[in-house]
Nanobody, 123 residues
Framework: QVQLVESGGGLVQAGGSLRLSCAAS????????MAWFRQVHGKEREFVGG????????YYADSVKGRFTVSIDNGKNMVYLQMNSLKPEDTAVYYC????????????????WGQGTQVFVSS
């Protein structure tokens, strides 16, 4: 079992920045891939970015490429999503997810999820 807990959401003005954190515990290992998804009420969960523990390869949705950065702190079992140049359309609940062995864009293929953290970007 893997437990994931997100933090760092909040209210920010357009153009601002936020850093989300995901604390991973339980049976974590370098075989896992971590991802961030977001969801707006009434819409499907959308892939944002991901990273593999094994080689720190990163993957991003086109909508956030160049603005968002996924990183890990291996010693602390933490995954981060640095969000810069935020736009109102980035408003969503952001979720951390884990699976093995690699990052995929389909949320149905992730077995572990955090509870989500709300990000609201005002115009």
């Amino acid at each position: 079992q893997v437990q994931l807990v997100e933090s760092g959401g909040g209210l920010v003005q357009a153009g601002g920045s936020l850093r989300l954190s995901c604390a991973a515990s339980g049976r974590t290992s370098n075989s896992y891939a971590m991802a961030w998804f977001r969801q707006v009420h009434g819409k499907e969960r959308e892939f944002v970015g991901g990273i593999r523990w094994s080689d720190v390869s990163t993957y991003y949705a086109d909508s956030v490429k160049g603005r968002f950065t996924v990183s890990i702190d291996n010693g602390k079992n933490m995954v981060y999503l640095q969000m810069n140049s935020l736009k109102p359309e980035d408003t969503a609940v952001y979720y951390c997810a884990a699976r093995t062995p690699t990052v995929v864009y389909n949320p149905a293929l992730y077995g572990y999820w955090g509870q989500g953290t709300q990000v609201f970007v005002s115009s």
